[in-house]
């Protein structure tokens, strides 16, 4: 059975970090194209950043502040979030699809539809 952990998730003022972990247990990370996903209240559910082979993807509002990594020795992916901003307030999830062969289109990569694992969500609040 596979399962999907985040952890990591806190309430942070401005300008403060979080690190959140993902980790995997039912499959070996190696060989799956991974991501980050965040949903605000009200809002879509939109890609962050992602990981395939040596391909990184992060969203616009992210880049140069957030840090995917993965360790896949651990089954754990990571995203380090700095500099962080009230509009980064959101649930965050990881997600998962087996990618052994190839890597997938950025246009797959920032599409829920294409993750087949998910995690339940651990909740960021940036607020003063």
């Known amino acids: 059975q596979v399962q999907m952990v985040e952890s990591g998730g806190d309430s942070v003022q401005p300008g403060g970090s979080l690190r959140l972990s993902c980790t995997a247990s039912g499959l070996s990370l190696q060989g799956y194209a991974m991501a980050w996903f965040r949903q605000a209240p009200g809002k879509q559910r939109e890609a962050v950043s992602a990981?395939?082979?040596?391909?990184?993807y992060y969203t616009e509002a992210v880049k140069g502040r957030f840090t995917i990594s993965r360790d896949n020795a651990n089954n754990t992916l990571y995203l380090q979030m700095d500099n962080m901003k009230p509009e980064d307030t959101a649930m965050y999830y990881c997600?998962?699809?087996?990618?052994?062969?190839?890597?997938?289109?950025?246009?797959?990569?920032?599409?829920?539809?294409?993750?087949?694992?998910w995690g339940k969500g651990t909740q960021v609040t940036v607020s003063s």
């Open positions: 997600a998962a699809q087996p990618s052994p062969f190839f890597i997938p289109t950025q246009v797959a990569l920032t599409n829920p539809s294409y993750f087949d694992y």
């Open positions: 990981v395939s082979g040596g391909s990184l």
